[in-house]
């Protein structure tokens, strides 16, 4: 069975939210933020950079958010959550699920991270500001992408990446300018929000409505 380490609202969300749309079994394994379960020696067994989420399918160990949907899509194709290999729109595919992991999810560890992006204290306030910049610069990118092309980051077809979006989307919530107040970012994150999958997995992990406000 398929087992996903996770805690509430973190990178582990669109993966999660995946797995409901999979419909294979699994199960959940609560990794405690609180109590730095992450930095623990068990843990950084099944995942040596102490981050979340791990997905554990049967002797595989995989980590890091995109490698696990990726995973997921390809040995669930069934579910369609991934255009063909070898397709124009599986290119396509690749190239947002990278713009969302390497561009847009790690200017948000700045964001919310800034202390670790700075040797100097007192840059903390301009590393977090200029990362808010940097956000919503990306996210109005995304905008008028889906303005072009929605209401998914695939057109008409719903796929692995919009989850992924939603899951940014949410954690955009913290900025002076939230990514769900742009007209098509806020309609697609609305769209994912209508789907069972995606309300299931955010009672499972006991996050309530509004998901992005």
């Known amino acids: 069975m398929l087992r996903l380490h996770y805690y ?3 990178a582990s969300l669109a993966p999660h939210v995946l797995l409901e749309e999979i419909g294979a079994p699994y199960e959940l394994a609560l ?3 609180a109590i730095n379960a992450q930095t623990s020696s068990e843990y950084l067994k099944l995942n040596p950079t102490g981050r979340i989420p791990v997905l554990v399918d049967e002797g595989l160990v995989v980590f890091e958010t995109a490698a696990i949907v990726l995973h997921l899509t390809d ?3 069934d579910a369609k959550l991934a255009p063909p290999v070898g397709t124009h729109e599986r ?6 699920l990278m713009y969302l992991t390497n561009t847009v999810q790690a200017e948000a560890h700045a964001f919310f991270y800034p202390e670790r992006h700075t040797s100097q204290p007192e840059g903390v306030a301009a590393v977090k500001g200029r990362s808010a910049e940097r956000l919503g610069e990306m996210f109005a990118l995304l905008d008028r992408e889906l303005a ?3 209401p998914y ?3 008409p077809r719903y796929s692995a990446l919009d989850p992924y979006l939603a899951m940014l989307v949410r954690w955009g919530r913290f900025l002076d300018a939230p990514p769900r107040e742009l007209a098509h970012v806020g309609e697609l994150a609305r769209l994912v929000a209508e789907r069972p999958a995606f309300i299931r997995a955010m009672d499972q992990e006991g996050l309530s409505a509004p998901y992005f406000g």
């Open 75 to 77: 040995t669930h194709p």
């Open 148 to 150: 072009v092309r929605g």
């Open 31 to 33: 990794v405690d933020r």
């Open 8 to 10: 509430p609202g973190n």
């Open 153 to 155: 980051l695939l057109g």
């Open 91 to 96: 290119a396509r595919f690749y190239q947002w």
